[in-house]
T-cell receptor
Framework: DTGVSQDPRHKITKRGQNVTFRCDPI?????LYWYRQTLGQGPEFLTY????????KSRLLSDRFSAERPKGSFSTLEIQRTEQGDSAMYLC?????????????FGPGTRLLVL | AQTVTQSQPEMSVQEAETVTLSCTYD???????LFWYKQPPSRQMILVIR??????QNATENRFSVNFQKAAKSFSLKISDSQLGDAAMYFC?????????FGSGTQLTVLP
């Protein structure tokens, strides 16, 4: 078990560019979550997948954001036409089948800076 | 919608002493879980302790314990015998089986 991994760990981009982040969950976990964390705040839920199905999306996930998990394994989060307000840490987490109280295991995050 | 409030942005404790971090929450759910997560500087978030709302007994995990007051919607974390490695941002979170809702965190400093 190598834990949840995210790539890249850091990304600097110019406003208006598109960026894509990748998350590899723990191998036997079928749930995968994306959160956004701004400086000095707790993580905010963006979306989650059960296998390849995207089951819930937060209102924070504007139409510039899209997440996929095509084969129920790794996931990608794409931000189109980035804005300075998108600067944040993007966290991925995974868990085994979503019974209440199941621990979510977090990755190290991708820190995005939009100039 | 669930809300989680941590009213102490920063706390400090002397090494080997005990500290309590506060958390209150609001939920319409009758069955839920509460968590404390720890986020060390530049490191990933890890679970500290979990409490099931239907259990009256407070959860304990080694030096970490909670004081869960369901009627008051309060969920505080007590760290006993504080160690330098406990220094981190601590987040309280509510789980409704779809997502975690986090508080804004408490930055804990451990003084040698």
């Amino acid at each position: 078990d190598t834990g949840v991994s995210q790539d890249p760990r850091h990304k600097i981009t110019k406003r208006g560019q598109n960026v894509t982040f990748r998350c590899d969950p723990i191998s036997e976990h079928n749930r995968l979550y994306w959160y956004r964390q701004t400086l000095g705040q707790g993580p905010e839920f963006l979306t989650y997948f059960q296998n390849e199905a995207q089951l819930e999306k937060s209102r924070l996930l504007s139409d510039r954001f899209s997440a996929e998990r095509p084969k129920g394994s790794f996931s990608t989060l794409e931000i189109q036409r980035t804005e300075q307000g998108d600067s944040a840490m993007y966290l991925c987490a995974s868990s085994s089948p979503g019974t209440p109280g199941i621990t979510q295991y977090f990755g190290p995050g991708t820190r995005l800076l939009v100039l | 919608a669930q809300t989680v409030t941590q009213s102490q942005p920063e706390m400090s404790v002397q090494e080997a002493e005990t500290v309590t971090l506060s958390c209150t929450y609001d939920t319409s759910e009758s069955d839920y879980y509460l968590f404390w997560y720890k986020q060390p500087p530049s490191r990933q978030m890890i679970l500290v302790i979990r409490q099931e709302a239907y259990k009256q007994q407070n959860a304990t995990e080694n030096r970490f314990s909670v004081n869960f007051q369901k009627a008051a919607k309060s969920f505080s974390l007590k760290i006993s015998d504080s160690q330098l490695g406990d220094a981190a941002m601590y987040f309280c979170a509510h789980d409704d089986a779809r997502q975690l809702t986090f508080g804004s965190g408490t930055q804990l400093t451990v003084l040698p």
